[in-house]
């Protein structure tokens, strides 16, 4: 994230969040650890359209005077392309025109974070081990956007891995390799958008893919909800970003980018 370190901010936050790296066009309302409203809406091809008319609607339905809002919380993605740009380009259109501080948050950590505060309930059954959560996002050719927290004995919410682009396969075995080396997690849990991105890429469902019962798969569509949360947690930090150097985080380049970094090798040689 082009993060600048600016004075820890207290006192009541309210945050307008909003995610569109998916086919789920997110937008959400928090205030103070608490999520006020939040919408979602599945026209993936249409979400430049709808983008600020759901915003406008779910502020009115919340309740929440846009002068009320304190902070711009983004999805900064990865995900896909031209959905990451549009949730991108109206966050910081509004953070420049409100002059309101903007805070980006990965959309893979956000899909994790979601699902986890949704099925933490159940943590007691883990016996005091961790819980990793996977997120996963189809990135086609074998491969997926993905990173790995953990949720550790205490409750804590840890990042564990980066957000990546991988061969899932190759990913998957390196995954089980570190499951068993030392403490091994009580849970592995994936996480996408239909529950069924890791079952395709391994050819059968994950919990039969090893020989230990810890892995489940699980569908989730994006909440701007834990955006919020996370940007909250964020500013109260003192972490925001310049908005006009804020950029999407697409984790690998273009088809065009590829294409035109090729050409420009040929042409070199």
């Not at 949704?118 to 081990?129: F, L, S």
């Not at 390196?174 to 079952?199: D, H, M, R, T, Y």
């Amino acid at each position: 994230m082009n993060g600048i370190e600016t004075k820890g901010q207290a006192g009541s936050c309210t945050t307008l969040a909003l995610d569109t790296s998916t086919a789920t066009l997110a937008t959400a309302v928090t205030r103070d650890g608490a999520v006020l409203g939040s919408s979602q809406s599945y026209a993936e091809r249409n979400h430049s359209v709808y983008v600020t008319s759901q915003m406008k609607e779910l502020l009115q339905s919340s309740r929440t005077p846009a002068g009320e809002v304190d902070v711009i919380a983004v999805g900064q993605g990865p995900g896909s392309y031209t959905g990451v740009r549009i949730a991108v380009t109206a966050a910081k259109t509004l953070a420049w025109i409100w002059k309101k501080p903007l805070v980006g948050v990965s959309s893979l950590e956000a899909m994790a974070y979601g699902f986890w505060l949704r099925k933490r309930e159940e943590a007691d059954e883990r016996d005091g081990r961790e819980v990793w959560v996977v997120p996963l996002m189809d990135a086609r050719r074998g491969q997926v956007y993905v990173a790995r927290f953990a949720i550790r004995e205490d409750g804590s919410w840890h990042r564990a891995e980066e957000d990546g682009i991988r061969l899932f396969k190759e990913w998957f075995g390196s995954l089980e390799q570190l499951a068993q080396a030392g403490k091994p997690p009580g849970e592995v849990w994936f996480v996408s958008e239909n529950g069924e991105v890791a079952a395709k890429l391994l050819g059968e469902p994950v919990g039969h893919a090893a020989a230990s019962g810890i892995y489940s798969e699980a569908a989730y569509s994006m909440d701007a909800g834990a955006i919020g949360l996370l940007a909250e947690a964020r500013y109260r930090q003192g972490k925001a970003s310049v908005v006009h150097d804020f950029v999407p985080n697409y984790t690998q380049l273009t088809e065009a980018e590829v294409k035109l970094n090729a050409a420009r090798s040929e042409s070199a040689t």
